[in-house]
């Protein structure tokens, strides 16, 4: 089996104040600058005093016009309006007479709602320009903007957040450049963390895989990767390629996380969060041993012979693979992670093949690489394990400046280091291994906005957010499932939902969904029999940051049941019947967004009615199987009379005690 891991190859060449999270990390701001925030504040904290209410057609025509109609409403719901106007033929602001938040706000914009007259209501916010940081390479970061259609929309998602300083990042790589400007070290008023350094020593003893003179260390520099004619001639590194030293996990951190509006260089996805590296790559290739046992740490799991990461990361980025299944040693790792509710974000690779692993690993959120026009590169893996696509990086162009590449933290040396700089059209960054952090930047973002979502729910809401592939030019074929790993498609083609992920990564959307709430439902037992009470529980569902939970509804989608009440956090269900009941959870919080969560009770027939045959029996159809037997019992002659003191005899008995058989 292949024992080392390559970083994805392509063409080589974040302020508010920060609490000290659990009292571990560090009480200063990342990336904070003297030129201040455009972030927006939080919706939920900024009471509202006007709405705008849409009216439906009216029913009749001699119904009242607009102001009627408005006074009407405000008489039905008990309202205190200090004025209302026309903004057109349907569309009314209503300013109440005080400012509401919170559960008052949800309650009356639910009852407005409930109205028959009422197409929708909704809360007059404000809006602002777009946040566009002052970081004089920013014009070039076309992926971060919205002018391509792959593009992240990056930009637009910075006026809801801008990331969170308790949400750390890890970046598995090469290292980083601690001296770069857009990254320093966080006791420099930059963006990283001290990491650590999993480079092993190679199998003879010796260091030249790790090119810093020693193994296992805390320095997580980059020292350079480069691989010299006469490295090549050398059995350690046997199938690489003579090349200069490739920065890369400068490369990756800088596009998650380079400090941002700060008057320098490039913007990164997050301005706030922070930035982990693990040293896992030396020269040409990494040991899949090193690189689990870093996976680990970076997560905050203890790894013998090395000191516990203080700072545990909630977002891995792998921007690295092999061909071949998944070992049985990652599917391991990555579910022992996902248990503690980090994500493993992999670049699919850069053959045109299928993907690689890590990133075809259940659990892992595998990133396809895609052109500015939103069909996939040429060069980028794809097939199903492929969960979304973003930017990779294309030339369009055979000569001259690179037209769509992504600009990045660098070091200028083409073997050891020499000083910060940034790739360029004329030095561009491209390849998946580019595109895998631009997602880990928007996973940070989500997080950063919903720290209780855990691993698969973060996943589903990013594939749920992500916007449709483009249909392809004329000419440009779809791209197919490959076959093997023999099928490589090397070409451009036309992405679709099986080879390419759920969509075209789209930040803005994906923190709208991260934004919901978390239902989870529980029902206690969850086996029952009809007539038996169930207790209902929505106590375990979480709002988002800043948010709370104001609405419940429980409902009844399948089978035969009652619930009450149905609009309570508890409730309590009865059976009226045997067979499967699925109940439907939906929790509202206080900015109207919504999440559902369904669950089933199984509901068995009542004890000693034998439960065989083929379908349930209510209590209706009990008591009239009883009532025919013992019709049956009184043709045969087979029933008694009873005497009883106060004379009232029944079939088969009496309804009084004392009574005597005759």
Same mark, same amino acid.
């Given at each position: 089996?292949?024992?080392?891991?390559?970083?994805?190859?392509?063409?080589?060449?974040?302020?508010? +104040?920060?609490?000290? +999270?659990?009292?571990?990390?560090?009480?200063? +701001?990342?990336?904070?600058?003297?030129?201040?925030?455009?972030?927006?504040?939080?919706?939920?904290?900024?009471?509202?005093?006007?709405?705008?209410?849409?009216?439906?057609?009216?029913?009749?025509?001699?119904?009242?016009?607009?102001?009627?109609?408005?006074?009407?409403?405000?008489?039905?719901?008990?309202?205190?309006?200090? @004025?209302?106007?026309?903004?057109?033929?349907?569309?009314?602001?209503?300013?109440? /007479?005080?400012?509401?938040?919170?559960?008052?706000?949800?309650?009356?914009?639910?009852?407005?709602?409930?109205?028959?007259?009422?197409?929708?209501?909704?809360?007059?916010?404000?809006?602002?320009?777009?946040?566009?940081?002052?970081?004089?390479?920013?014009?070039?970061?076309?992926?971060?903007?919205?002018?391509?259609?792959?593009?992240?929309? +990056?930009?637009?998602?910075?006026?809801?957040?801008?990331?969170?300083?308790?949400?750390?990042?890890?970046?598995?790589?090469?290292?980083?450049?601690?001296?770069?400007?857009?990254?320093? @070290?966080?006791?420099?008023?930059?963006?990283?963390?001290?990491?650590?350094?999993?480079? *092993?020593?190679?199998?003879?003893?010796?260091?030249?895989?790790? %090119?810093?003179?020693?193994?296992?260390?805390?320095?997580?520099?980059?020292?350079?990767?480069?691989?010299?004619?006469?490295?090549?001639?050398?059995?350690?590194?046997?199938?690489?390629?003579?090349?200069?030293?490739?920065?890369?996990?400068?490369?990756?951190?800088?596009?998650?996380?380079?400090?941002?509006?700060?008057?320098?260089?490039?913007?990164?996805?997050?301005?706030?969060?922070?930035?982990?590296?693990?040293?896992?790559?030396?020269?040409?290739?990494?040991?899949?041993?090193?690189?689990?046992?870093?996976?680990?740490?970076?997560?905050?799991?203890?790894?013998?012979?090395?000191?516990?990461?203080?700072?545990?990361?909630?977002?891995?980025?792998?921007?690295?693979?092999?061909?071949?299944?998944?070992?049985?040693?990652?599917?391991?790792?990555?579910?022992?992670?996902?248990?503690?509710?980090?994500?493993?974000?992999?670049?699919?690779? %850069?053959?045109?093949?299928?993907?690689?692993?890590?990133?075809?690993?259940?659990?892992?959120?595998?990133?396809?690489?895609?052109?500015?026009?939103?069909?996939?590169?040429?060069?980028?893996?794809?097939?199903?394990?492929?969960?979304?696509?973003?930017?990779?990086?294309?030339?369009? %162009?055979?000569?001259?400046?690179?037209?769509?590449?992504?600009?990045?933290?660098?070091?200028?040396?083409?073997?050891?280091?020499?000083?910060?700089?940034?790739?360029?059209?004329? %030095?561009? =960054?491209?390849?998946?291994?580019? *595109?895998?952090?631009?997602? =880990?930047?928007?996973?940070?973002?989500?997080?950063?906005?919903?720290?209780?979502?855990?691993?698969?729910?973060?996943?589903?809401?990013?594939?749920?957010?992500?916007?449709?592939?483009?249909?392809?030019?004329?000419?440009?074929?779809?791209?197919?499932?490959?076959?093997?790993?023999?099928?490589?498609?090397?070409?451009?083609?036309?992405?679709?939902?099986?080879?390419?992920?759920?969509?075209?990564?789209?930040?803005?959307?994906?923190?709208?969904?991260?934004?919901?709430?978390?239902?989870?439902?529980?029902?206690?037992?969850?086996?029952?029999?009809?007539?038996?009470?169930?207790?209902?529980?929505?106590?375990? =569902?979480?709002?988002?940051?800043?948010? *709370?939970?104001?609405?419940?509804?429980?409902?009844?989608?399948?089978?035969?049941?009652?619930?009450?009440?149905? /609009?309570? =956090?508890?409730?309590?269900?009865?059976?009226?019947?045997?067979?499967?009941?699925?109940?439907?959870?939906?929790?509202?919080? /206080?900015?109207?967004?919504?999440?559902?969560?369904?669950?089933?009770?199984?509901?068995?027939?009542?004890?000693?009615?034998?439960?065989?045959?083929?379908?349930?029996?209510?209590?209706?159809?009990?008591?009239?199987?009883?009532?025919?037997?013992?019709? @049956?019992?009184?043709?045969?002659?087979?029933?008694?009379?009873?005497?009883?003191?106060?004379?009232?005899?029944?079939?088969?008995?009496?309804?009084?005690?004392?009574?005597?058989?005759?």
């Amino acid at each position: 089996m292949f024992q080392g891991m390559r970083r994805c190859r392509g063409r080589a060449g974040l302020a508010a +104040v920060v609490a000290a +999270v659990l009292g571990l990390l560090p009480a200063v +701001v990342p990336g904070s600058e003297a030129t201040g925030r455009l972030a927006m504040p939080a919706a939920a904290s900024a009471p509202v005093s006007r709405i705008i209410v849409g009216l439906r057609a009216p029913a009749t025509a001699i119904e009242s016009p607009g102001d009627g109609r408005v006074k009407a409403l405000a008489w039905r719901s008990g309202l205190e309006l200090r @004025r209302h106007q026309a903004i057109g033929p349907a569309l009314q602001l209503v300013e109440l /007479d005080r400012p509401l938040a919170g559960s008052e706000l949800a309650e009356l914009l639910a009852q407005l709602r409930a109205d028959d007259a009422v197409a929708f209501a909704e809360p007059d916010s404000r809006v602002r320009r777009h946040a566009v940081p002052n970081d004089p390479l920013y014009a070039g970061q076309w992926y971060l903007q919205g002018s391509q259609p792959a593009a992240t929309h +990056v930009e637009a998602a910075w006026d809801v957040s801008t990331g969170a300083a308790d949400i750390v990042v890890a970046v598995l790589d090469t290292g980083v450049r601690f001296d770069h400007p857009d990254l320093l @070290r966080m006791g420099q008023g930059g963006r990283l963390l001290p990491g650590y350094d999993f480079v *092993s020593a190679d199998v003879g003893g010796g260091f030249l895989g790790a %090119n810093d003179g020693d193994g296992w260390d805390s320095d997580p520099s980059d020292p350079g990767d480069w691989i010299s004619a006469s490295d090549a001639q050398l059995p350690l590194f046997a199938g690489c390629t003579v090349e200069d030293s490739s920065w890369h996990g400068t490369r990756v951190a800088g596009l998650i996380g380079a400090r941002t509006n700060n008057v320098t260089g490039i913007a990164g996805a997050t301005w706030d969060s922070w930035i982990l590296p693990v040293r896992v790559l030396g020269k040409c290739s990494g040991s899949n041993a090193d690189i689990l046992q870093a996976m680990r740490w970076a997560a905050g799991l203890h790894v013998d012979g090395v000191p516990d990461n203080p700072y545990p990361a909630r977002v891995l980025n792998l921007s690295l693979g092999a061909a071949g299944s998944c070992p049985q040693g990652y599917q391991a790792v990555i579910a022992e992670l996902d248990a503690l509710g980090v994500v493993v974000v992999a670049s699919a690779g %850069n053959s045109g093949a299928p993907v690689e692993f890590p990133a075809n690993c259940p659990g892992a959120m595998a990133v396809a690489g895609l052109r500015h026009v939103g069909t996939k590169v040429g060069y980028s893996n794809l097939g199903r394990e492929v969960a979304v696509a973003a930017p990779a990086g294309n030339c369009v %162009n055979l000569t001259g400046p690179c037209l769509f590449a992504l600009d990045t933290t660098i070091d200028q040396g083409t073997t050891t280091p020499l000083g910060p700089g940034y790739s360029s059209p004329l %030095n561009p =960054s491209i390849g998946t291994s580019f *595109s895998a952090p631009q997602v =880990s930047g928007i996973a940070a973002l989500m997080l950063g906005v919903n720290g209780s979502l855990g691993t698969s729910r973060l996943i589903a809401r990013l594939r749920a957010s992500a916007r449709p592939f483009p249909a392809p030019d004329a000419g440009i074929p779809l791209c197919h499932v490959p076959t093997g790993a023999s099928d490589i498609q090397e070409l451009e083609c036309g992405c679709t939902t099986s080879t390419c992920g759920a969509g075209m990564v789209d930040a803005p959307a994906a923190l709208a969904e991260a934004l919901r709430p978390i239902a989870t439902a529980t029902a206690t037992p969850s086996a029952t029999h009809p007539g038996e009470a169930v207790a209902l529980a929505a106590t375990a =569902s979480l709002p988002a940051n800043g948010r *709370s939970i104001v609405a419940y509804s429980w409902t009844t989608l399948s089978g035969a049941a009652d619930i009450s009440p149905a /609009d309570t =956090s508890v409730a309590t269900l009865r059976a009226t019947a045997s067979g499967p009941v699925t109940v439907r959870l939906t929790i509202t919080d /206080d900015q109207g967004a919504t999440d559902s969560s369904d669950l089933v009770v199984t509901v068995n027939p009542p004890p000693g009615s034998g439960g065989g045959g083929g379908g349930s029996v209510g209590w209706a159809g009990l008591l009239a199987l009883g009532l025919a037997a013992l019709r @049956r019992q009184a043709a045969a002659g087979l029933l008694r009379t009873w005497r009883c003191p106060m004379g009232l005899r029944a079939p088969g008995g009496c309804r009084d005690s004392g009574c005597s058989r005759r």
